[in-house]
């Protein structure tokens, strides 16, 4: 009620309940503060800034590296699995899964690989 009463009077809810309301006079010295002070948060929003991008770039490399190794794990490997006995079953379960993990990452990974150089391009600014 006291804010729309406020509102229609154009005036403050403080000065319709009676309490001394003191003006601010900015003088050069507040304003100075006041500029450092938004410098200094600005800087820390920066650096914090900077340093998520950061942390990206090196994820994503981290990502590439990794894919990379396991390329040449499975390179390496040959599809071994592939040779071995299905009558067992333990070596059934396990060939399959192995085969099908192969598969999966084969046919993802080199999407993941790209996007993830194109993230790192990205992430460097120019200057």
Known sequence: MLISLAKELDTSVSILLGETVQEYCLNELDLKS????LESINLQFAKR???RIKVVRYLLILLCAIITVVFIAFATMNSEYLNWDYNNPELAIVGTM???V????VRFAPFV???SLIGIVFTYRKR
């Open 34 to 37: 006041i500029s450092e002070k």
């Open 113 to 115: 690989f790209i996007g």
């Open 49 to 51: 800034s900077e340093m």
């Open 102 to 105: 192969e598969f999966l990452f």
């Open 98 to 100: 192995l085969h099908g």
